[in-house]
């Protein structure tokens, strides 16, 4: 239950970052942090953020640290692949494979602890 928390974390401080992207397009197409829209898109990236953090805490109570944060890098491969779907950014073939390193470095990582 721990590990399924702890990812639960990790999807949602990624999505946080989609959100926070969101929010940053926004600005700059209506120029003022004020703008509903941006304001809006703000207000959820700080609350997902917020919520996950105290989800975060909880997870640190039920578990070492150097067992659970490895998890964390998977932000590196969710955050990128949210971003292709969500702004249609594109990667060069060198970026996948940083991608299969990170997921070889968290399984070895986790294994290992």
Known sequence: M????????VIGIASGQ??????AVSLKKT???????TMTLLFLAFALYGIMTIAWIWVLQKA?????????????????????????????????????LIMAGIVVAVRSA
Request: charged share 10%; aromatic share 20%.
């Open 2 to 9: 721990t590990y399924l928390i702890a990812l639960i974390c």
């Open 18 to 23: 989609i959100l926070f992207k969101l929010s």
């Open 31 to 37: 120029g003022s942090f004020f703008d509903p829209s």
């Open 64 to 100: 070492e640290l150097g067992r659970i944060y490895p998890l964390m890098a998977l932000a590196f491969v969710i955050v990128p692949i949210g971003s292709y779907f969500v702004f249609g950014e594109r990667f060069q073939p060198q970026y996948f494979v940083g991608v299969a």
